[in-house]
Nanobody, 122 residues
Framework: QVQPVESGGGLVQAGGSLRLSCAAS????????MAWFRQAPGKEREFVAA????????YYADSVKGRFTISRDNAKNTVYLQMNSLKPEDTAVYYC???????????????WGQGTQVTVSS
């Protein structure tokens, strides 16, 4: 069992960059696939990116492909989301999640963080 805790959100201008971190407590972190989701006001939670337990497999939503990069450091029990070329439509609460497989769906993840706010101004 793991407990993800997100950090790194904030306010940034369009075109800027942010790096989100997700530190997950628990000794079994390296056995979990990790993912980022986001939820904008009035919208459904949507998949952003996912990474397999070893870091070799990654999967991205089309809306962020080429701009966002997911990575992980199992020695630090941490997963990252590097976000470049940010757009106002990237504004949302970003959630980190842990699950058994790399899946682009929230039902595939068992453990969730509380979220971190990302706001991109135009």
């Amino acid at each position: 069992q793991v407990q993800p805790v997100e950090s790194g959100g904030g306010l940034v201008q369009a075109g800027g960059s942010l790096r989100l971190s997700c530190a997950a407590s628990g000794r079994s972190f390296s056995s979990y696939a990790m993912a980022w989701f986001r939820q904008a006001p009035g919208k459904e939670r949507e998949f952003v990116a996912a990474i397999g337990w070893s870091g070799d497999s990654t999967y991205y939503a089309d809306s962020v492909k080429g701009r966002f990069t997911i990575s992980r450091d199992n020695a630090k029990n941490t997963v990252y989301l590097q976000m470049n070329s940010l757009k106002p439509e990237d504004t949302a609460v970003y959630y980190c999640a842990a699950g058994g497989s790399v899946l682009p769906a929230s039902w595939g993840y068992d453990y969730w963080g509380q979220g971190t706010q990302v706001t991109v101004s135009s």
